[in-house]
């Protein structure tokens, strides 16, 4: 079982930058490939960006590419998210999650464990 707790979320103005974490519990976080998700106003939960158990592989939808970085320390059991450039279309709840295969994917069935999610506004 692991358990996710996202982080930093907040209002910033467009063309600024967040940093979201997300911690997990349990001695198994490393073997993990983990994701982010979100899910805008009126919308359905979309992939953002996901990151392999051993980072060395990283996807990510073309929107995001170039101010998206993802990245994880696996002494720590965190998995972060830089954001940069923000578009007031990056407006949503992101969440995390977390594949217990080890793969990174862009399927959301494929991820078990989900944090509760942070908002991000960006404001115009």
């Known amino acids: 079982q692991v358990q996710l707790v996202e982080s930093g979320g907040g209002l910033v103005q467009a063309g600024g930058s967040l940093r979201l974490s997300c911690a997990a519990s349990?001695?198994?976080?490393?073997?993990?490939?983990m994701a982010w998700f979100r899910q805008g106003p009126g919308k359905e939960r979309e992939f953002v960006v996901a990151i392999s158990w051993s980072g060395s592989r990283i996807y990510s939808v073309d929107s995001v590419k170039g101010r998206f970085t993802i990245s994880r320390d696996n002494a720590k059991n965190t998995v972060y998210l830089q954001i940069d450039s923000l578009k007031p279309e990056d407006t949503a709840v992101y969440y995390c999650a977390a594949a217990p295969r080890g793969i990174a994917s862009i399927q959301l069935s494929e991820y078990a464990y989900w944090g509760q999610g942070t908002r991000v506004t960006v404001s115009s």
């Open positions: 349990g001695r198994t976080f490393s073997s993990y490939a």
